[in-house]
């Protein structure tokens, strides 16, 4: 928010240097990004006025002026200008003056002809493209005619000011206007505000003689005021209302344009004038518009509409996005003569969403975005009107057209003074803190150490007592409180959750992988790419974004493979050979609703590798690794067949006291040759938060055994079919009390084991944790183990 100190003194008596008017802002929490000191970029430029214009003698583009500057003898000088006539008032550079820019100007001769100075332009004295009237911005700044030829430039259109940039929060769109930063300001230096003259001293006619207002969506649109102008005369501006605008960041264009634009930047409340002309029917009607409209902007660029962007509309067409821009064919024009000015406000989020889908943001928008005050219009509606009288542009038509079903109305907030003073570690009393609210414009109702605060409407950033606290402690001043350390005996310490992400971390960086980190956005297209079934829910139902970037961002993972994929695809694709990646990240799902309505989100444990020799049982190894040392000692592996993301035959489910705490396997070769891998991927995609669950990071002291083991190893001839977790299992449930252990060690195929059969080896340990054991206590147990084997498993014992 460009805020100009020259404009700002129009509502407050401020008089003090810059420095101190900056610095008590910043610490009352208005943040400061820049301060420009206008009208000193610029030496010996003074106000001439041209009495004669002749051709250059020797040059078709150049004329020979001839100026008084307020010297007895006028001032001969050149110039290639085609704006330039005979009685206009220019800005003059003399002999040894500097421009903006830096460049020195001096006499000399253009062709032969004395030249002793030259004309300017406003760029030429500092102003940007952007701020420049379009009718001079291509020529010499043609000055009004009252001014008086050989004063100084800066004196004569009072450029000496100082523009500050604000630096405005979103909560406080209060402050995006001259007279919000004027009511800081006032605040911050006890000083009384003046607020702008808005009663019109001469009315005609009727309102409604000229215009009816109907408003179908009060939703979008709470409040909408209409005012009507007649005998309108356009022309420019003068130029201390340009000036304000220029030093705010914006182009003069007319006078009841720029009119709008000043009561927009004074008020904070965006404006629209329509020619009655181009409203047909004289009727407005505030409703949405309908897909896949047509609807040409004051820029002239042609929009296609959806039924959900709210217009205004006359009797038979759209002539406006509402609280963005008008329409081209009802802007002001030269001749316009009667002007409908609108002053309405709209809801916050249909502006944004509207803006965004359009693809147009204006300072009205911009505005309307963050929230602005219903009970403004009026106001700023009736100033609107005070100004053209006041500048001779119109007559105004009496009374207004106001639709404004449900008045907004302040809440007001009990705030106690004791907790103020216990939150701030203050000590203010009671009065100090009631005159500070007062100075904020609010009302006061004090009951000892209970106030009852009620703020003015366009204050919608105070909710509640903290919010009054803060203004308590910005007016009183931050530097003012006293300096403590915090108290409290809290010792900070890491969650079970966290202690178990950082151990799993650790465990697995230690096992040589490295961690990633991916977007939680992606695009619903990419569980297509790992053969998720259109029938699982729980990966296709996601929670979509309201406002994507785009397709590829525009829901929220249901899970972490396909993002794995990607990464590790854009490794292989940079020539890494072997790489071992691990992900822990949210997952989210639209169709588990929690009990307050919203989707569900868990936690997840990727893991992804190739290359280097890894195979499943590579990737098995990481696994247990993790769980052995996060206490979850008696997970089980059983085969799956029915993803068809992982390789029929090659995957497995993880599952520990019957919960499923994932499913790991090698990919399947379409899916890596999708991601344009052509090498064996191994991936599991664990439920981390059953694994926290289940975790038990509780280490139990186990004194070292007395007595020795026993190990014996055992090789079995089984089928293709026989999974190691059965063969297990029958070792364990037959081992009785003296069985240690069973660890698996070879899987063997090869050319003495027959077709359709693998050799599968255990090694097995015995002890007894009383007494040594003898060698037929062990061979009771272990030729107990075999038979069962072959039992149950038509498993036959080969020799080692």
């Known amino acids: 928010m460009l805020v100009s100190t020259k404009w700002l003194k129009d509502y407050v008596d401020i008089d003090v240097p810059i420095e101190e008017f900056s610095d008590k802002m910043i610490l009352s929490g208005s943040n400061i990004e820049t301060v420009e000191e206008m009208g000193t970029d610029f030496t010996k430029i003074m106000v001439g006025k041209i009495l004669k214009i002749e051709k250059h003698p020797d040059a078709d583009k150049l004329v020979v002026c001839s100026l008084d500057v307020g010297e007895d003898e006028p001032v001969q000088i050149v110039t290639g200008a085609k704006n330039v006539f005979e009685g206009a008032v220019v800005p003059v550079v003399r002999h040894g003056g500097r421009i903006a820019d830096g460049t020195v100007i001096k006499k000399g001769k253009l062709r032969g002809v004395a030249s002793n100075g030259m004309l300017c332009s406003a760029a030429e004295m500092g102003y940007d493209d952007k701020v420049i009237n379009t009718l001079i911005k291509d020529g010499i700044w043609i000055l009004e005619d009252d001014l008086t030829p050989g004063t100084d430039i800066s004196e004569a259109l009072e450029l000496n000011d100082y523009v500050i940039d604000f630096e405005i929060t979103p909560n406080r769109p209060d402050c995006l206007s001259m007279i919000g930063m004027a009511r800081e300001a006032a605040a911050v230096f006890g000083k009384k505000m003046k607020y702008p003259d808005t009663k019109a001293q001469h009315e005609e006619g009727s309102v409604e003689d000229y215009v009816s207002v109907e408003v179908k969506r009060t939703d979008l649109c709470p409040r909408y005021t209409a005012r009507a102008i007649k005998d309108v005369k356009i022309g420019q501006s003068p130029w201390w209302l340009q000036r304000c605008l220029m030093h705010a960041g914006m182009r003069p264009i007319n006078n009841i344009v720029d009119i709008t634009n000043f009561v927009m930047m004074e008020y904070g409340q965006p404006l629209h004038a329509f020619d009655i002309r181009d409203i047909a029917g004289n009727k407005i009607v505030v409703d949405t518009a309908k897909e896949g409209d047509k609807f040409v902007t004051l820029d002239g660029a042609e929009r296609t509409l959806s039924d959900s962007i709210l217009m205004i509309k006359d009797g038979e067409k759209p002539i406006g996005v509402a609280g963005i821009m008008g329409g081209l064919d009802s802007e002001i024009k030269e001749d316009t003569t009667t002007v409908i000015l609108e002053a309405a406000n709209f809801n916050g989020d249909s502006i944004r969403a509207s803006s965004r889908k359009l693809a147009l943001r204006t300072e009205a928008s911009g505005r309307y975005e963050k929230g602005i005050d219903a009970n403004l219009c009026e106001e700023a509606a009736d100033r609107v009107c005070r100004l053209v009288e006041m500048l001779g542009c119109g007559t105004v038509v009496k009374g207004s057209i106001d639709v404004y079903p449900e008045v907004q109305t302040a809440k007001p907030v009990k705030v106690r003074a004791s907790r103020v003073n216990h939150v701030l570690g203050s000590d203010i009393s009671a009065e100090d803190m009631v005159k500070i609210f007062e100075s904020l414009e609010m009302k006061v109702e004090a009951d000892d150490d209970v106030m009852t605060v009620t703020p003015p409407t366009v204050r ?77 829910l729980s990966k296709r139902n996601f929670v979509k974004i309201i406002n994507p970037l785009g397709e590829e961002n525009s829901v929220m993972r249901t899970m972490l493979t396909p993002n794995m994929m990607e990464v590790l695809a854009k490794n292989f694709a940079k020539g890494n050979k072997a790489v071992r990646f691990f992900e822990i990240g949210r997952i989210f799902n639209d169709v ?10 868990a936690e997840g444990l990727c893991i992804g590798l190739y290359g280097d020799g890894a195979d499943f049982f590579t990737l098995k190894g990481v696994i247990e690794g993790v769980l052995e040392q996060l206490g979850i000692r008696d997970s089980e592996y059983e085969s799956e067949t029915g993803l068809k993301m992982y390789h029929p035959g090659r995957c497995a489910n993880i599952i520990s006291r019957g919960e499923l705490l994932g499913t790991m396997g090698e990919m399947n070769p379409d899916v890596a040759e999708r991601y344009g891998i052509n090498e064996r991927v191994y991936t599991c995609e664990l439920l981390f938060s059953a694994i926290m669950g289940q975790a038990h990071m509780e280490i139990i002291y186990k004194p070292l055994p007395k007595y020795p083991a026993v190990v014996r190893d055992i090789a079995l001839t089984v089928s293709e079919e026989t999974t190691v977790g059965s063969i297990k299992e029958i070792i364990e449930d037959n081992g009785g009390d003296i069985l240690e252990k069973a660890e698996l060690f070879d899987v063997y195929r090869g050319q003495q084991i027959e077709s359709g059969k693998k050799s599968v080896a255990f090694s097995i340990t015995y002890r007894n944790s009383q007494k040594t054991l003898t060698d037929e206590e062990v061979s009771e147990v272990h030729n107990t183990i075999v038979e069962k084997l072959r039992d149950k498993l038509n498993a036959v014992l080969r020799e080692i």
């Not at 588990?592 to 989100?601: M, T």
């Open 460 to 536: 919608q950033d105070l909710e509640i007592e903290e919010d009054y606290i803060e203004e308590v402690a910005r007016m009183y001043g931050y530097d003012k409180m006293p300096v403590s350390l915090p108290k409290g005996g809290f010792v900070a310490k890491l969650t079970k959750a966290e202690e178990l992400r950082s151990k799993t971390r650790e465990i697995l960086t230690s096992f040589g992988l490295n961690e990633i980190l991916t977007y939680s956005f992606v695009s619903p297209k990419s569980v297509d790419k790992v053969n998720i079934s259109e029938n699982d």
């Open 592 to 601: 588990k609703i929690n009990c307050d309505g919203q989707p569900a989100e």
